[in-house]
């Protein structure tokens, strides 16, 4: 599955909002349109929204006519902003644009400056695939045969642009023959594990059950869930975890229930510049998505509504992080990372 492509020039952007009903692919040359994508949850995740970072940063040095160096520095500035105001929490996005910002200062002309951008956009990409490889393969270590797993929101390709994080790891393990199982939650507000995990379920042809999110305790209790792995938008210094809305509280019931919690994340989601999670800025969305479904009313008019995209989940309640760095415990984070 591949929501980003790039070809000739175009971001062909998979609109997953569409899914699973329809796959369109947006056209996007201007990288305006890119973060009006990123915004809309045309594509999203934090892996997959670094990636099309990566290339928006790219189309956006494209449209930039600039007479001498400093002025295509002043405007690329201009350009990284804007991309990383769609989303605050995604660490994967600040990250690609540091990294794109870096090789612009390295260049000495536009026209070389334009050629190198685009160049680490498609390495941005071609790293992402890469890495989740490495985090299906480590993980399906530690997934043990006829394993059922519970996982949260949608951490597939869709959401990598790659092979995937916890559902590469829930990938990588069935592919060796292990007889797994999966226990989706339907992900509120946008129901992104009905909508798209239990979509890239079916076509992987692996077994799953979905669930609604009220529904995860209750399922805990009958001993039906083995292990939880979910993905992770951010990750602090201390181990402290942003993640889809509904972690924080798998996490808790996992705890009380005696199952393994896990987090399945690329280095590029650590932030080692944050301490805790107290200081993770959590993004907030429009009430919409939650007083309407499929843009149809679904709570009486005039009703408020809270929406916060993400929560925070203790390092304390996680059993470990699996990264293609290998799967480690939050108190190694501050030794393993030393060197980002």
Same mark, same amino acid.
């Given at each position: 599955?591949?929501p980003?492509?790039?070809?000739n020039?175009?971001l ?6 569409? =899914?699973?009903?329809?796959?369109i692919y947006?056209?996007? +040359?201007?990288?305006t ?11 999203r ?21 600039a ?5 295509f520095? +002043?405007e690329l500035?201009?350009v990284i902003t804007t ?13 690609a644009?540091?990294?794109?910002k870096k090789?612009?200062?390295l260049?000495q002309t ?5 050629e #190198? =951008? =685009?160049?680490e956009?498609r ?10 490889l490495?985090?299906?393969?480590l993980g399906?270590?530690?997934v043990?045969d006829? +394993?059922?797993i519970?996982?949260h929101?949608n951490t ?6 790659? %092979?995937g994080?916890?559902?590469g790891?829930?990938k990588?393990? %069935?592919?060796l023959? #292990?007889k797994i199982?999966v226990?989706a939650t339907?992900?509120r507000?946008l129901?992104q /594990?009905?909508r798209?995990?239990?979509f890239e379920?079916k076509?992987? /042809?692996?077994?799953?059950v979905?669930?609604?999110d009220?529904?995860a /305790?209750?399922?805990?209790?009958l /001993?039906?869930?083995?292990m ?21 509280t ?9 199952v393994?919690? %896990?987090i399945a ?5 650590f ?6 999670g ?6 907030e969305?429009?009430?919409e ?6 843009c ?7 009703t408020k509504?809270?929406n916060?995209a993400?929560?925070? +989940? ?6 470990g %992080?699996?990264t ?7 108190k190694e984070?501050?030794?393993i990372?030393s060197d980002?």
């Amino acid at each position: 599955m591949q929501p980003l492509i790039f070809e000739n020039n175009v971001l062909n952007i998979l609109d997953q909002t569409k =899914l699973p009903g329809e796959a369109i692919y947006l056209k996007t +040359t201007d990288y305006t349109d890119v973060c009006q994508a990123i915004r809309e949850l045309s594509v999203r995740g934090a892996p997959a929204i670094g990636v099309a970072a990566g290339y928006a940063i790219a189309l956006g040095a494209r449209s930039i006519n600039a007479a001498d160096m400093p002025a295509f520095l +002043t405007e690329l500035e201009s350009v990284i902003t804007t991309v990383t105001s769609t989303r605050p929490t995604a660490q994967n996005l600040f990250q690609a644009a540091e990294r794109m910002k870096k090789v612009a200062l390295l260049c000495q002309t536009s026209g070389e400056a334009r050629e #190198k =951008l =685009l160049q680490e956009a498609r390495n941005i990409h071609f790293e992402q695939i890469k890495t989740d490889l490495e985090i299906g393969r480590l993980g399906a270590a530690i997934v043990k045969d006829k +394993t059922s797993i519970l996982t949260h929101c949608n951490t597939g390709s869709l959401a990598t642009a790659g %092979y995937g994080t916890a559902l590469g790891v829930i990938k990588y393990a %069935y592919s060796l023959g #292990k007889k797994i199982s999966v226990i989706a939650t339907e992900t509120r507000p946008l129901l992104q /594990g009905a909508r798209l995990t239990a979509f890239e379920l079916k076509t992987e /042809g692996i077994p799953f059950v979905l669930i609604t999110d009220s529904m995860a /305790g209750y399922i805990m209790s009958l /001993g039906k869930v083995d292990m939880v792995i979910t993905g992770a938008d951010r990750i602090a210094l201390n181990g402290d975890t942003a993640n889809k809305i509904g972690t924080y509280t798998l996490a808790i019931l996992a705890r009380e229930h005696g199952v393994p919690f %896990y987090i399945a994340a690329p280095t590029t989601t650590f932030d080692i510049k944050t301490q805790s999670g107290q200081d993770i800025v959590i993004e907030e969305r429009e009430p919409e998505e939650v007083t309407h479904f499929n843009c149809h009313p679904s709570a009486p008019q005039g009703t408020k509504a809270l929406n916060p995209a993400f929560d925070v +989940t203790p390092s304390n309640l996680v059993s470990g %992080y699996i990264t293609e760095k290998g799967v480690f415990k939050a108190k190694e984070i501050a030794s393993i990372f030393s060197d980002l």
